[in-house]
């Protein structure tokens, strides 16, 4: 009743996952105005709430405004060729191009982040796996996904262990 932004986050979020349409469209009309321009604005600090809001436009039947607003996260989130990215930006990235459908580059983003040490598969603010997230539907299909997600696991499994050997 409050509109805090972290029970509209949560609510974003249920919404998303369960692909409650009449929900998504009621929040929808609650969007930020700085998302349903042309030149969408992305909060730098909140990102996967732009990435929800994005998959809530798309419940709603509003596919153009989603992917205008996953293209200006993944603009948000670019750096040089020659600049480092932090893992938590290219998992964002990642996110942001299964919403648009594009399915080599959001694996990409994960490998990448994998390679700079990246070993989380839950993301710490919704306690929700990679993969169940619904912009991810696609991308958890893919061979090279699944074997992203082996590699991190088996990564996981040494780690406790050798942790597990200490004690």
């Known amino acids: 009743a409050t509109r805090d932004p972290i029970w509209t986050a949560a609510e974003f ?3 998303a996952v369960s692909g409650d349409r ?11 105005p ?3 321009g042309d030149s ?18 798309r419940l709603s039947g509003r596919a153009e405004q ?11 989130f670019d750096a040089a060729p020659s600049e480092y990215r932090d893992t938590d930006a290219l998992w964002i990235r990642a996110i942001a191009f ?9 694996i990409d983003e994960l490998e990448r982040a994998r390679a700079q040490g990246f070993r989380m598969l839950v993301d710490d603010a919704y306690f929700l796996r990679l993969e169940d997230y619904p912009m991810m539907a696609n991308v958890v299909k893919a061979p090279r996904f699944r074997s992203f997600v ?8 040494k780690m406790r262990a050798r942790l597990s050997a200490r004690a």
């Open 13 to 15: 979020m249920v919404t």
């Open 150 to 157: 082996r590699a991190v696991e088996a990564d996981n499994a």
């Open 98 to 106: 299964a919403s648009l459908g594009d399915t080599d580059r959001a």
């Open 34 to 36: 700085e998302l349903l």
């Open 66 to 76: 989603a992917a205008r607003v996953a293209q200006a996260v993944v603009r948000r």
């Open 40 to 57: 969408p604005r992305i909060d730098r600090e909140q990102p996967i709430d732009a990435l929800l809001a994005a998959e809530i436009l």
């Open 22 to 32: 009449e929900t998504a469209r009621r929040i929808a009309r609650q969007l930020p």
